[in-house]
């Protein structure tokens, strides 16, 4: 953490005019238009002692410590040898110099020597070089672009490489400071005094002796030269005013004359000193700021004024930026709650139990608070005819040309006014929590006629337009409108309002209202209500006020954060494109807001007549000039990365930049140079090939990524002021992960071609394993066939020849049983042939020779052809091609389903019926016979059952078995297609 204060009307702080009479506590001579922060070792400073400041042609700052030189970005501190390979790195930097080429120039501190870093090199210069040992506290390049080095030596240039000592007319010893005036001519500060060198000149000439220690040197807008002083501090070149006439002491050290044309003055003792010279026999004003107020340290030892304007002072203990305010913080005030101004030019801020007036709008002519009877205020309005009208909770107060008429609230009129506006009839609206909406018309107070909807709901602001309309912001995000002729009006989100409760409600300067809620901004024109919802691209979230300037642009209050500045441009392209990215500038107490901004239900901001806005904040009043906030072309502030940290090793982030195998994090810092306001400047950044879209990071510099793949990766950074708009087109770095050696395509080519031989391999000795085991199989079914042609078969003969027989026999004495013999005989050859056939093939011939409806048909009728049983088949849906064994094991299955039905059933009809469906093919068998328990038959086992579920289990299938005693047996088997 920092350390922050605002140098803002404090009694403790050191400051007066040197004229007499003046005190600490003279509110004109205070340094309070500058916000101070401060760094120090804790916040990443080494050493905290900074002897010198310089800012590079980047942009960055970079600081002389004891510890060495140290970048700075206004968020982190970068030691040099981080950034460059520097010997000696923590040698002690004592001065720091930028050359128009912009190689930096750095000077040692004992025993001496000089750096020079230019185009990321190094070079060092010491006694070798020309340079004579000494501690370098001077360096600095004169008008006519010469390096120039000062030390216990003397004075030395550096040409063609080399340094030599020059300075004719200089006394022999150490130097303490030179400064260039605006001639070109160049002074220097040595024990002896000051001598002066004409530009064009070689030789230095005394300008002033010294009586005591002189190192500062400066020259004001009018051409003056002042020094520091060790007794009072500072004092204009040939001019010794006696102690007794200074009011003001200091040990003076250094000086530095800014943009401003105010001179600075850094003491050995006494802190940071404000000067703003004065005419000669006039007394030049002084304002201070110590340790006691939040500067780091009170011996000061460097001032530098960056390019934003900052003022940064090094100290004994750390660093300091003041940062001027852009607008003027009022304090001191009490508690303020409201503020309104009367078209005279007066600006009337109301505290928690007072008025205080501000003539003509000057925060200098401040009145003295008049204190409030029946205090606390609880509502103020200030009416077009310039009467102010003040509520507490005992009185209404008019104040009219300077002059107070209290109505007492007793009886019946109102005791808790919360809220007042104009009805232009010379007297007001007001709101009071217990009676509602009242009108008071100059002799009593007179109950309003409210719409039914609305006459509960509370009310939370109220504003007169120049239409002679009355608005009311309701509590439940509606609008009330009292119209001219009498008639209210409600309006909510049907019609657009969709950013309610409104607190803020103003009429511009074109005749647009505009209405404050807490989540967005509404805008009503040509009778139509439009918004722009808060967002993060746009945050106007709890605005509490508008007002609006005479350069078209919109100020808005936002509640605990601060103000924005948007074009009424901007608002109109953002509601007619809702994607548009709204540009905006968003201002805090890094501004020199008073806090933040605030609202306690009166008007919270207001357009005095000489057009400067007044806002209540936190911590008072702040008055803001919108000539000074003039649109002007924003100095680029682009992002830039800095480096990455790779597995903890720092590295610049070089292009094309290749990380060795196995990097697994990766921790990319980047930035943007904004030194007023550095926590103002917002990033997003995309890893482009693995990001998939922005990352907003906030305020955060720093990407993490870990465990990234081995490739080739772009990274992209762009920033923003906070004010909606990106600074395209940002930095981007490209750099490689390189692959793990089992990464590399070689290595993935070499796995595949092993893979692929070992794949090979396995597949030859399946292949193997696979005939071996065919040919025992082709070695098992010879045998079974060998012994069923032996065995089974030799007998099926012999009982197809012993039918035959019989049925020649009985031909002539019984027809019909020769008959039968014979159909026995066909059956046991079918069968001779299909077993023989089965063998080899493992398919039944009927199939083969028929298909499966015909093959199916064929078993049924054979199956009952000598038994009293009827058998019905039936083929339902459009028959379908099946595999081979789904057509082959239907068979079998419904071969075994007939036969236990003709075997067992006893009965008179067997239907068969072959169902194709989309899904599959479903086989059912149904006879009317006896039926039987399937429980009891399962349990005994019954090897034609086992058979048939296990055949359609192997098709994918399912077999269904339903019977009951007496009522026959279902049979039903349902497979896939196959």
């Not at 106007?540 to 605990?560: K, N, P």
């Not at 605030?598 to 007549?609: C, E, P, T």
Request: proline letters at 5%; one cysteine or more.
């Amino acid at each position: 953490m920092t350390r922050r204060a605002s140098l803002l009307l404090s009694a403790v702080m050191l400051a007066g005019p040197v004229a007499s009479g003046a005190s600490a506590a003279d509110l004109r001579n205070v340094l309070g238009d500058f916000t101070l922060e401060s760094w120090g070792q804790k916040d990443g400073l080494d050493s905290s002692v900074i002897w010198a400041i310089a800012q590079d042609s980047e942009g960055y700052l970079w600081l002389g410590t004891d510890s060495g030189a140290v970048r700075f970005d206004g968020v982190r501190f970068v030691p040099w040898n981080e950034i460059v390979a520097v010997p000696n790195a923590k040698a002690s930097v004592r001065s720091i110099s930028v050359a128009t080429d912009g190689s930096l120039w750095f000077g040692f501190g004992e025993p001496g020597g000089i750096a020079r870093i230019r185009n990321g090199e190094v070079r060092i210069y010491g006694p070798q070089e020309g340079l004579p040992a000494g501690g370098v506290n001077v360096l600095f390049q004169d008008a006519d672009g010469t390096m120039r080095a000062g030390n216990r030596a003397g004075l030395h240039r550096f040409a063609a490489e080399r340094w030599e000592t020059v300075g004719l007319g200089l006394p022999a010893g150490p130097l303490y400071s030179a400064f260039t005036d605006r001639s070109g001519s160049l002074l220097v500060a040595t024990p002896a005094g000051l001598f002066r060198r004409v530009r064009g000149e070689q030789d230095f000439h005394p300008y002033e002796t010294f009586e005591a220690l002189v190192r500062g040197v400066a020259e004001d807008a009018e051409g003056a030269v002042w020094l520091s002083d060790p007794i009072v501090g500072f004092r204009r070149i040939h001019e010794r005013p006696a102690p007794r006439q200074w009011t003001e002491k200091g040990r003076g050290r250094v000086l530095l004359l800014d943009r401003r044309d105010n001179l600075w003055l850094g003491t050995q003792g006494q802190g940071l000193w404000r000067i703003r010279p004065a005419a000669r026999a006039q007394r030049s004003i002084v304002e201070k700021t110590a340790s006691v107020t939040g500067f780091s340290d009170d011996g000061v030892t460097s001032l530098f004024e960056d390019r934003e304007g900052n003022i940064w002072a090094g100290t004994l203990d750390g660093l300091n930026r003041l940062t001027p305010h852009k607008m003027t913080p009022v304090l001191n005030l009490g508690l303020v709650s409201s503020v309104d101004a009367t078209p005279d030019g007066r600006v009337w801020v109301g505290t928690a139990d007072a008025l205080i007036e501000f003539p003509q709008g000057d925060v200098r002519l401040r009145r003295d608070p008049e204190p409030l009877d029946g205090a606390p205020l609880a509502a103020m309005h200030a009416d077009e005819r310039g009467t102010l009208w003040v509520a507490t909770n005992r009185k209404l107060i008019r104040i009219v040309d300077g002059r107070s008429h209290a109505i007492p609230l007793v009886g019946g009129a109102p005791r808790q006014i919360r809220s007042m506006t104009s009805d232009f009839a010379g007297g007001v609206w007001l709101y009071d929590l217990e009676q509602g909406l009242l009108r008071w018309n100059g002799e009593r107070f007179l109950a309003v006629a409210l719409p039914r909807e609305v006459r509960q709901v509370e009310v939370v602001s109220s504003y007169s337009d120049r239409d002679r309309r009355a608005w009311f912001g309701l509590a439940d995000g509606r609008v009330l409108v009292a119209q001219s002729n009498g008639r209210f009006d409600v309006y909510g989100k049907d019609r657009g309002l969709t950013a309610g409760p409104y607190r803020a409600i103003h009429q511009d300067r074109h005749g647009v209202i505009w209405l404050g809620g807490n989540d967005g901004l509404s805008r009503f024109t040509d009778e139509r209500f439009q918004t722009v919802p808060a967002r993060r691209e746009f945050p106007a979230e709890s605005l509490t006020a508008i007002v609006d300037d005479g350069t078209g642009h919109l100020w808005l209050a936002t509640e605990g954060s601060g103000v924005m500045r948007v074009h009424h441009g901007e608002v109109a392209k953002a509601l007619s494109n809702p994607s548009h990215p709204m540009r905006f500038s968003h201002y805090d107490k890094f501004d020199g807001f008073a806090g933040t901004p605030r609202w306690f239900g009166n008007r919270s901001a207001v357009a005095a007549k000489d057009g400067r806005l007044w806002f209540v904040a936190g911590r008072g009043i702040t008055v803001i000039d919108p000539n000074e906030f003039r649109e002007s072309p924003a100095a680029p502030m682009p992002a830039r990365i800095e480096g990455v940290v790779a597995d903890d090793r720092r590295h610049a982030a070089a292009p094309d930049m290749a990380f060795p195998s196995g990097t697994t994090r990766l921790e990319i810092e980047y930035t943007a140079l904004n030194f007023a306001a550095p926590l103002k400047t917002h990033f997003r950044y995309r890893l482009e090939g693995f990001d998939p879209d922005w990352i907003d990071a906030g305020t955060r510099r720093q990407a993490f990524y870990t465990n990234l793949s081995p490739r080739s990766y772009r990274f992209h950074v762009v920033s923003s002021r906070n004010d909606g708009a990106w600074d395209e087109p940002g930095a981007t770095w490209a750099f490689t992960i390189q692959p793990m050696f089992y990464q590399t395509s070689g290595f993935i080519l070499a796995c595949a071609v092993a893979a692929a031989l070992a794949v090979g391999g396995v597949w030859r000795l399946h292949l193997r394993r696979v005939r071996k085991e065919f040919s025992l199989l082709l070695g098992e079914r010879v045998r079974v066939s060998r012994e069923i042609h032996d065995t089974l078969l030799q007998s099926l003969f012999g009982v197809a020849l012993q039918c035959d027989a019989m049925s020649r026999d009985i031909r002539a004495a019984a027809p019909h049983l020769a008959g039968q013999f014979g159909h026995m005989r066909d059956d046991v050859e079918g069968d001779i042939r299909e077993a023989r056939q089965s063998i080899w093939n493992l398919r039944s011939p009927r199939l083969e020779s028929r298909g499966l409806v015909e093959a199916l048909r064929e078993i049924g009728e054979r199956a009952t052809a000598s038994t009293p049983d009827t058998f019905v088949f039936e083929t339902i849906g459009s028959a379908r091609p099946l595999c081979h064994d789904v057509e082959e094991q239907l068979l079998r299955i419904g071969r075994e389903a007939v036969s236990n039905a003709v075997r067992h059933a006893r009965a008179s009809t067997i239907r068969m019926e072959l169902v194709y469906t989309e899904s599959g093919v479903a086989l059912r068998v149904k006879d009317d016979g006896i039926g039987f328990d399937p429980a009891i038959v399962c349990k005994n086992g019954h090897y034609g059952l086992a058979s048939m579920q296990e055949r359609a289990e192997s098709l994918g299938g399912r077999l269904r078995l339903e019977s009951r005693p007496g009522q026959g047996t279902l049979v039903e088997v349902e497979a896939p297609h196959g």
